[in-house]
């Protein structure tokens, strides 16, 4: 029977636990939040009903530890937990924990998790169940590994069974560089995933990575919500997302959906999860993996569909039928997803944690900002880097395209480095504005968008001042209303023409 919750205990951090929270408000029901130490001032606390510590920095002794959260949310007499994207989110120790513990996850079943959580599980379940998959094997050794690439043929990719988000991957292009990727891409699954285990799959040469999000009940209604491309990729992640893709025909779209809803059936899946797929330039497709959760690209599909997917994931938990069918869904429009996030592209993208000084975010029509920071607060180097997902919606990609063009000039961040330049450039290029691209578009124009970042160390501060001394001269000349050409060819102020083109970008 169906029930409504009156709290939600949501297990997770930053952007998506105050997008999750919004969500909880809009529906009525309460939020609580839970905080280390070093997120005692967060964001996502700040805009919760009720907040609860639950340890040390380290995530390992706060946001991963299934006891703290399950324990945080008796304590506030929550009826539910929302695990949002990364720590425990595919875990099935915490559903199970919740179901002992009588509380609802909201989520898909732990059945479904364990079904998929292992990469090398997955593959076989799924080529059960007539998805296609890349041509890959299950080896013990390099020198296994080595034999079995020889059979399916040089390039390869080595990836962690238990892994994701791009950690324990190395792509393997001859035999001599096999023994040495193997040890790294184990030694980094071991040290991310607590799992050494490691499978070679057939590296399909410049793919599209293409996802499909799917969207189930616990009555087994099951449905998909189209596509999202997620090529833009630097060290195998995200960084830009869209959605429609521009390599895939709708009918391309529908096939892939059907598989992919296919694929969920057959492990019993409900809740909202993504099907991802590498896209060969032939149109054939292939399963890579099934994230059970949330994604971080989501805001997109809701963009052009109209959903809230948060949502439809309360609903389902609290035992409600989808109340819709597959032909009742439509996208209208496109949609583009950048990630702000602190750090460094000129240094091979690090992260550049510290205080923010300045926080200005975008707004107008069409223009969605997913943040979990605010002026002041400090970005730690305990967690991902992300500060903000920003995203827009326009009747055509070509006005997507210029729609966030025009928000990314108006971004804002002082205090800390980011990547908000990088993406005005990424954006500008000829490339990506005509839709031809894949998952190895930044490496091989890395050049094209770095290069205008590169200001010597020694030099940074010499030009900061520069700039801050010719600004004011022009403000004080031609008045506050004065305008200036921006790098990227938008008129913005001095004074954000400064601060966007010098302390944010260096």
């Not at 439509?330 to 205080?355: K, N």
């Amino acid at each position: 029977m169906p029930h409504t919750f009156r709290k939600v205990l949501v297990a997770n951090r930053g952007e998506i636990a105050v997008r999750v929270t919004r969500t909880l408000r809009e529906m009525g029901i309460d939020a609580v939040a839970v905080y280390s130490d070093a997120d005692r001032a967060s964001l996502h606390v700040r805009v919760a009903d009720e907040a609860y510590p639950i340890g040390p920095a380290p995530a390992a002794e706060s946001y991963l530890r299934v006891d703290k959260i399950v324990a945080a949310a008796e304590q506030a007499g929550c009826d539910a937990i929302h695990p949002g994207y990364g720590f425990l989110s595919e875990n099935p120790a915490l559903p199970e924990a919740c179901e002992r513990a009588g509380i609802t996850f909201i989520g898909p079943p732990a059945s479904a998790m364990r079904a998929m959580g292992s990469k090398i599980a997955a593959r076989d379940r799924m080529s059960a169940a007539g998805v296609p998959i890349v041509p890959g094997a299950r080896c013990e050794t390099a020198e296994e590994a080595t034999a079995a690439a020889a059979k399916i043929g040089f390039p390869v990719m080595l990836k962690a069974a238990a892994g994701g988000g791009g950690k324990g991957m190395r792509l393997v292009t001859a035999p001599a560089e096999m023994a040495n990727s193997w040890e790294r891409a184990r030694s980094e699954a071991k040290k991310f995933f607590g799992d050494d285990t490691v499978y070679i799959e057939k590296a399909i040469v410049r793919p599209r990575h293409v996802e499909i999000q799917v969207l189930g009940d616990r009555d087994g209604n099951l449905v998909h919500v189209f596509e999202r491309d997620c090529s833009i990729q630097r060290r195998n992640q995200k960084v830009v997302e869209e959605t429609p893709s521009p390599a895939a025909s709708r009918d391309l779209v529908a096939r892939m959906g059907a598989i992919a809803v296919q694929g969920a059936r057959s492990v019993g899946y409900f809740s909202a999860g993504t099907f991802e797929f590498l896209l060969a330039d032939d149109g054939s497709f292939y399963f890579l993996e099934m994230n059970t959760r949330l994604q971080v690209e989501h805001p997109v599909t809701e963009l052009v569909t109209g959903l809230d997917l948060v949502r439809e994931m309360i609903r389902v938990a609290q035992g409600e039928p989808l109340g819709f069918a597959q032909e009742d869904l439509t996208a209208r429009g496109a949609a583009i997803e950048c990630r702000v996030y602190a750090e460094d592209p000129t240094t091979g993208f690090l992260p550049s944690p510290g205080v923010i000084e300045r926080l200005s975010v975008p707004a107008g029509p069409g223009v969605r900002d997913d943040g979990g920071a605010y002026q002041g607060c400090t970005i730690s180097s305990f967690y991902d880097p992300l500060i903000s997902k920003l995203s827009v919606w326009a009747p055509t990609r070509e006005r997507a395209v210029a729609r966030m063009r025009r928000a990314l000039t108006e971004y804002v961040v002082t205090g800390i480095r980011t990547n908000l330049a990088f993406h005005e450039k990424l954006l500008a290029h000829p490339e990506f504005a005509a839709g031809r691209y894949d998952t190895g578009f930044i490496d091989r124009h890395k050049d094209d968008l770095l290069d205008h970042l590169r200001v010597a160390d020694g030099r940074r501060d010499a030009v900061a001042v520069a700039v801050a001394v010719a600004a004011a001269q022009m403000e004080r000349a031609t008045g506050a209303t004065q305008a200036t050409l921006g790098e990227s060819g938008s008129r913005l102020s001095p004074w954000v023409a400064h601060h966007r083109g010098v302390i944010a970008r260096r």
